[in-house]
Every structure is written in C-alpha cells, then in structure tokens.
C-alpha cells in the first residue's frame, strides 16, 4: 500500500535537558575557590609577573605549570561593563543590572561577575567597586554574590599582593554545576507523519525512491542512497523476532519486571528491524523466528510490547537479511 | 599554513534559506537539499566524493549525536571516509582542506548545520565557558559581546552610531540575498544588552551549508572558475575573558599573516561578526581599508545560523570568485565569545583574460 501525503501540522513536545557536572579541581582552582569561602581573593603569578585573577592552572602565554599564589584586594575597577535590563534564569542578580569585567586591586587581569547598581547611568569604567559576598559560601564563584559600588575606597592602592600558602582547612576540592535548558522537540515530516499513524495503530514505514528499501521507523532520508524517503508504506503489524537479548537488571523509572526480553523485530512489509520488548512468554522461551504483534500502550499511542502471534516460527531464511 | 605542494579549491557551494524557526523539518530534512544542491552544481555523486566532514552542535537542538542522523543524507552507508567537529563548519573545511593537501583525497564534502530555533539559544551558548568561573554565573552571548563594545567606545575605536551604521549596510547589502534571513531598512531597537541594540545582534535562526572542495586537475574540471585556498589558519586567543585585550584579535591577524593574506592586497572579506562591533574589532585587526567590499552578503548580522555561518562566510567568499565578482578575498569564521577562536582563509580566481 504506497501513498503520498502531504507534511502533517507539526508535533512539539516540551524536552528538558538536565545535568549536574561534577568537576574536580586543580590546586590553583582549588585554593581560590576555597579562598572565596573563607572571603579571601586569590591570583596566580605568572611566568612574566603579572597576577591573574582569576587564576589560572597554566600560563596563557607560555603554558608553564603556576603554583606561586598571592593574595589581592576585594576592592578594584570596572575595565568595562555592559547593562542588562533583562536578567536571565541562573544569572547572579534578578534586578536588572551590569556585567562588570573587574580587576582587582594588587591584579593585572580582570574577573567577570555582575555589578548591582540603581541604572546604566550609575555605571562607568573605571570605577570603584568591592565585593559583596554570598551570605552562605560553598566555594564556588557564586561565593561572590556580586560587585557593589564603592566611590569611597578611593583609587588602587600601589601596595604589591601578599604571597600566600593557598592552604585552607578543609579545602573544596571539586565543583558540582547543574545546568538546565528547556527545548522545544519537533521531530520533522517523517517522524511526524509515523507517530501521527502510529496514534491510529497504524505503523507508517518510508521507501527509498532510489533502492526501493523501506524504512520503519523512518527518518526522513536514507542512508545508504542520501535520498529522502518519499512515500509512505504501511507495514506489520505483525513481524519476525530477529533477533534478542534478555535484559536482567532493573532501569530506573521503568516499571517493568525482570528478567525481560528486548528484541529486534522486522515488521512484515519492512527494509530493517525495530526495536521492541517481548511480553506474554516466558523470557526463556522467546527465540529467533518467533513471529509477534504489537500490544498497545493504554493511551493506544504506541506499541507498549510486542506478543506471539501463536503463527509457526519464520523460515531463517525469510529474515537473515534483516538481521 | 599556506597550502604545500597541491592545489585545492572550493568548487561548490549551497545554503538554505534562512529561517527563525523550521519547526517542519528534522535536521537532515534541513540539511539534504543543501547536499544535493552542491552535488548538483559539480555533477558528482554521493559515491564521489572521497571525504566528507560536518559541523555541528548537538546542544542547540538539544539531541545527542545529531550529526550521526544527518549523516544519513549524504549516503554514508556502507561506510564513508567521514569526520565531524563539533562546531563551526568551517573547521570542518579546514579538516577536509588538510585530508586534501595529504593526497589522501581528491574531493571532499563540507556541509553543517545549525538549528537554534528549539532552544533558549543566549543560555545554551553559556554552557560552551569556562565551567568555574564563568558558566556558573551565566552570562549569555550577547552579554560578552556588549561587554567588547564597552570597551571598544571606551577605546574611542567606534560608538553607537558607527555601529548602527554597520548593521545598516549589513542589511541593506543582504537584500540582494535571497538566503538571508533579515534584510532591508531596520530600526536599531531597544538595547538587548547595552551598548548593543537588536539591530547590533544577528537574528537567531536556523539553516544549513555545503561547499565541495577539489584538488589540482579535478576541481578544473568541476568548475569554470574555482577558487583556490591559498592559505588558511586558525588560532584561538587566551582562554580567560579578563585576560584579552577585547578590542583587538590578536588570532586573526596570526591566522590571516600564516594564510598569506598580508602578502597582496583582496577585493572581498567576508566577516564572520554576528555583532556589529566585532566587525570594528576584525576590520582593525586586519588592516581593512575601504577598498575592501565587506560582507557583500550582508554577513552573519543578516543570517546567522550557529555552526553555519562560518562556513556561510568560506562559501559567499569562493561564490563571489565563481561568478567573477571577485579575484582575491579573505574569509573568516569565528567561534566562541567575542570572537575567541579565529580562522582565515585566503582565496583566488585564476587570472582572467
Ligand atoms: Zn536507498
């Protein structure tokens, strides 16, 4: 059965990308994220003198290993700044306000954080400001809640920074950033058209123009032609276990018992095997050959399992293409 | 480097058209007609082509290992000779150009994508810094660009208007674009994030881009005029924002001096700048004066597809040669925040007459 249809009205869906990175630190990161939890501002030295705040592990010149550590000033100038009257999600302030590029007094280079001024016209470069620290500190650059204006602390003093061990007690030695990005999933004309279908119980497989190779589920080309796959070819329901796997330990969120059989099924009608789980049969008995059908999902929406059919076995040779 | 040896040239080139969102198509329903048509223009075939490597990033769109999902429309199955950077795509030229020079190959497939249009895509940029000390604070793309145009006006090196005046003639030159994306007369807007207005930043959109790449004799016979990469380099500055001095790129001017662009004078530059001041910063970098057409496209201001819009700038540039408008131009691609890694090619028609 061939049929053309024209693109269905696009599906989104809500996808939210979530990870917490554990990361570990070096022991210049360590220090100075230590040092911001006990309210103490560490640089490094580098080869050609100047102290870099925030500091880094290498020299960004030459790439000699820094370990020669310094203490500087909480107080310093705004190289440059930009306002932001919008503030987005897990930035420091929810006020509007300014990001500042600041260099620290007794520091050659400059760290980046937010600046809390009243508006764009309490904000210049070149001016003063110190820093505010986070109430509670964990060591991490959140431990500056941000920069704050300080005209009364007067210009840089010209003393040098004081050398510092960088040993802390208790020091922090790793970092956990948890990041969250909320997309919007479409999935394109073909994987549409098949879960529009698969909503009617109705499996939806695309044919290659070029080498005539039915695709289930499709993704809209085929990869060994680099064609799209143009006309749609209704396969199954019923297929040919090709081969399987039995799964024997429990996945986290999947209310499913084990041991459990996960197989790959090639739909009658289709150019290549699906994946699917195996019900209504003891694990041990599912094998090669067995032919299945789809058993739907309480919504109807998609094939929840696949069960025997109660048909003889397939003949080896019917499927070994398809393995 | 300068290229040693062998002659390789961009022979093809194809874009999408540019579009906010294209919620109807998948990635490689996006990506495969861009591929046919850079495979149409040379005549080749799928089974042609000896290398073929990609760009893209699976952050955007929010799903892992896309590229190996688009690989399907290039026919990679029996395997291909293939390859991917997770990033620009004109990296993956720059990878494909080096397969060339090698004589492992005689002809490539360049081709990347970007789909921005799923995700916040200002936030999503965040997560490519610096894990401790910058990304924890999420300060997005156009906040770091704003931050480089401060310190540009403070530097006395451009202002507002100068700035609005690029995104003008950026605009107004796209319009003879139809690939771009945003085109024509456009008020400057509010500011997203000061000094940067809308009209500073370059629309968020999606698409894709192809070129083919052919060495010696082949690329002759491929393509009546095809332009030659004499040189091409790529250098990244210090990883620390605080460290740089914003309103100058050392990197490009290294990548542009080992590409041998200082060597004769160009006619085009195509500028990958998706802000308006990072033009200010390239332009100066490299020494541009004004007989040089920048952007005639309209740039990335016009249409800035992530992980496109460098290779967009390779493409527009080796176009510019095929049609004759163009003898000798300079192409650059940037990645990361304002304009962190840099990468410059320098192109040529053969002498005509
Ligand atoms: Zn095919």
Redesign the pocket.
Same mark, same amino acid.
């Given at each position: 059965m061939t049929a053309v249809t024209p693109p269905p009205e696009t599906l989104r869906a809500p996808l939210v990308v979530e990870f917490p990175f554990t990361r570990s630190l070096g022991p210049v990161q360590s220090a100075f994220l230590t040092g911001l939890r006990e309210r103490t501002v560490l640089g490094v030295r580098a080869e050609g003198g100047r102290v870099l705040v925030p500091p880094v592990e290498y020299d960004p010149e030459t790439a000699a290993e820094l370990r020669e550590l310094v203490e500087v000033a909480p107080t310093g100038t705004v190289t440059t700044w930009a306002w932001n009257p919008a503030p987005r999600p897990g930035q420091p302030l929810d006020a509007p306000f300014a990001w500042v590029l600041v260099r620290l007094d007794g520091a050659d280079t400059a760290l980046l954080h937010a600046l809390d001024a009243p508006g764009p016209d309490a904000v210049r470069t070149g001016m003063r400001v110190r820093i505010r620290w986070a109430a509670e500190r964990t060591g991490a650059i959140t431990d500056i809640a941000c920069f704050e204006p300080y005209e009364a602390g007067g210009a840089p003093g010209t003393r040098e920074p004081a050398p510092h061990s960088g040993v802390f007690d208790d020091p922090v030695t790793g970092i956990v950033a948890p990041a969250r990005l909320d997309y919007t999933y479409s999935p394109g004309r073909a994987q549409t058209r098949y879960l529009r279908a698969l909503s009617e119980r109705r499996v939806l497989g695309e044919r /290659?123009p070029? *080498?005539d190779?039915v695709y289930v589920p499709p993704r809209g080309a *085929?990869p060994? /032609?680099g064609?799209a796959t143009a006309d749609q070819v209704e396969v199954g329901p019923r297929g040919t276990v090709t081969t399987f796997c039995i799964v024997n330990i429990k996945a986290r969120n999947l209310d499913i018992e084990v041991p459990y059989v996960y197989a790959h099924i090639a739909l009658d009608g289709a150019g290549l095997a699906l994946h699917g789980r195996i019900g209504g049969i003891p694990y041990d008995q599912v094998r090669m050959g067995l032919r299945v059908e789809p058993v739907w999902s309480e919504d109807g929406r998609y094939p929840d399992h696949y069960r025997p059919t109660g048909e003889p076995d397939a003949d080896y040779d019917t499927y070994k293409e398809l393995l | 480097m300068s290229a040693p040896g062998r002659d390789v040239a961009i022979v093809a080139f194809a874009q999408s058209g540019h579009r906010r969102r294209t919620d109807d198509l998948s990635e490689v329903e996006m990506v495969m007609p861009v591929l046919h048509e850079v495979l149409r223009q040379t005549g080749l075939k799928t089974s042609d082509i000896d290398f073929t490597c990609s760009g893209s990033s699976d952050y955007l769109a929010g799903r892992a290992f896309s590229f190996t999902m688009t690989l399907d429309g290039v026919g990679a199955w029996p395997p291909i000779s293939e390859s991917h950077v997770e990033t620009d795509g004109a990296w993956a030229l720059y990878e494909a150009w080096v397969k060339l020079l090698t004589g492992e190959a005689d002809t490539a497939l360049v081709y990347s994508y970007g789909k921005s249009s799923p995700g916040p895509v200002r936030d999503v940029l965040t997560r490519q810094l610096d894990p401790y000390y910058l990304a924890p604070l999420w300060p997005d793309s156009v906040a770091l660009a704003a931050l480089q145009a401060q310190a540009l006006i403070d530097a006395g090196a451009t202002d507002e208007a100068a700035l609005a005046a690029i995104a003008a003639r950026s605009r107004a030159d796209a319009a003879a674009n139809p690939y771009a994306q945003v085109t024509g007369a456009r008020p400057q807007g509010d500011h997203v994030v000061a000094p940067l207005r809308t009209g500073d930043c370059p629309p968020i959109g999606d698409g894709a881009a192809a070129v083919i790449l052919a060495a010696g004799d082949r690329a002759r016979d491929l393509c009546a005029r095809p332009a030659w990469v004499r040189g091409m380099d790529h250098r990244v500055e210090a990883h620390s924002l605080g460290v740089r001095d914003l309103t100058d790129s050392p990197s490009t001017r290294l990548a542009a001096e080992r590409a041998g662009f200082f060597e004769r004078p160009v006619d085009t530059a195509e500028l990958h700048a998706p802000f308006t001041s990072q033009e200010v910063v390239l332009t100066k970098a490299l020494g541009l004066g004004d007989d040089v057409r920048i952007n005639p496209s309209g740039g990335a201001l016009a249409a800035n597809p992530l992980m496109a819009a460098g290779l967009i700038r390779l493409g527009e540039a080796a176009a510019g040669i095929h049609r004759g408008d163009s003898d000798r131009a300079l192409a650059h691609a940037t990645s990361g925040p304002c304009l962190q890694q840099n990468l410059v090619a320098v192109l040529e028609g053969d002498p005509r007459g």
């Open positions: /290659c070029s *080498c190779k *085929c060994t /032609c064609v | -």
